[in-house]
Structure formats: C-alpha cells, structure tokens
C-alpha cells in the first residue's frame, strides 16, 4: 500500500548534557595572496657607521691661474721722516771768476716830496714831586649814629697819599662804613691801623684795596663810646694823578 502521511513533529525535549570535545581539525589549504596594503612610514635613520680608515693622499693639482690685479687703493699716511744723512764731504773750491767790468753810474733820481712830521714822543719824566695840597674831605663822609668828626684831610704828594681824621668820637660804638676814598687817591694795598682815645677804647679805621676803597672804623662790641682822637694812615696809589681835587683846598 501507500506510504502514509508524516506525523507532526513532536515537540522538543530537553538539551542533554554537552559532549566531550572533538580533536582539532586539520589545516584548511592557505587562501590567496590578499591586495598589497599602503607603503609604510619611514623608519628613524640608523646610527652613523665608524669612520673608516683614511685613505691615501691624492696628488696635488695644477696652480690655478693668476687673478686679475685688484684696483689700486688709497694713498697711505705719510711715514716719519727718515734721519738726516750725513753731510757730504766739501768739493774743491771752484777758480776764481774775472772781475766784470764796471758798471756806467746811473742818472741821479729827483727828490722827493718831504715827509709829514711823525708823531710827538713821550713826555719826559720830571724831577718834580706833584703835590695836591690838603684837601678838607669832611663832607664827603657820613659818620653813624650820634658819633662825630670835626676833619677828614687828604693830601698827595707823588705817589704817596695821608689822610688825618681829627677829633674822631662817639657816644656810643662806632660801626659802620663812612664813605669812599676819592679817584687818584685810593690805596694800591689794604691800610688798617688801631687807635684809641683817653680811656684806651679802641677803634679800627679800615681802608679797602678794591675801586670802591671803603673807609670804615669799627669798635668792639660793648664798647660804650670813643672820647675825641686823632689819627692819620699813609699809603701808596697807583692811580693816575687826578683831573679834579675833591673836597675843598686847605692853607
């Protein structure tokens, strides 16, 4: 008869228990040669080689031909001079020449025009002593304070100049400067001298060197006063001898 008709399938039993493992199976057959990758990064350079030994001298080549001259360049500093050479030894004395004749005497020129006068010389010097006089220079000075001075007398003679200060007082100190010693009249060097009166009170009367020569008289401090004195200083002036006299004139 006929084969009958497949059953369903039954449904699936439970996993049995995991079968020892098979041997390794042998190696399949090598595959084909797969496409060539991309070309790789270059590696780092390798370490330099010892130097190897020298090797033998080569022969010396042809000189080359000379350059051309370079172009002249400046001019040097001047050296020093050289030491003077020694002196030649003298030459004999040549023969004498003839004497020539004589030459015709020429025509006398004209004379000429005279000259202007030349300028007058120096005066000489004389043998006489310029005097000025005594000159009463009271009212050129103006003393300080409550002090005094009945004359100041200034007189010239030469070079040489006095000037006598009389009845010179004060109630009190004198301190201050009482004027100027007048042109052709003024000290070459300081003068300074140190008087006193009755009651040894000093005073110190001052004549500067300077153009402004300052007449001056001090006292110490604490002085009380100056009882009427007299006094006078002398010097020597380079000045030139004055166009007018100062103060007034004195018989």
Known sequence: GRNGLDGKAG????????????????????????????????????????????GPAGKDGRNGLD?????????????????????GKQGPAGLAGKDGRNGVDGKSGLVGPVGPAGPPGPAGVSHDLRASGARDITTLLKLPGDSRLDSAILRRVGRTVELSLEGLRGKSAINGILGRIPE????????????????????????????????????????????????????????????????????
């Not at 350059?67 to 002196?87: F, I, L, Q, S, Y």
Request: zero cysteines; hydrophobic letters at 30%.
């Open 11 to 54: 449904a699936v039993g439970p996993m049995g228990p995991a079968g020892k493992e098979g041997k390794n199976g042998l190696d399949g057959k090598a595959g084909p040669a797969g496409l060539a990758g991309a070309p790789g990064m270059d590696g780092k350079n390798g370490v330099d080689g010892k130097q190897g030994p020298v």
């Open 184 to 251: 052709g009249f003024r000290p070459a060097y300081h003068q300074s001298l140190v008087t006193s009166d009755t009651d040894f009170r000093m005073a110190k009367v001052d004549v500067a060197a300077t153009n402004t020569a300052e007449l001056s008289v001090r006292q110490p401090k604490g002085t009380d006063g100056l009882s009427p004195t007299a006094t006078s200083l002398v010097w020597l002036t380079e000045d030139d001898w004055p166009a007018k006299f100062p103060g007034r004139e004195i018989r």
């Open 67 to 87: 350059g051309k001259a370079g172009a002249v360049g400046p001019m040097g500093p001047a050296g020093k001079d050289g030491k003077n050479g020694v002196d």
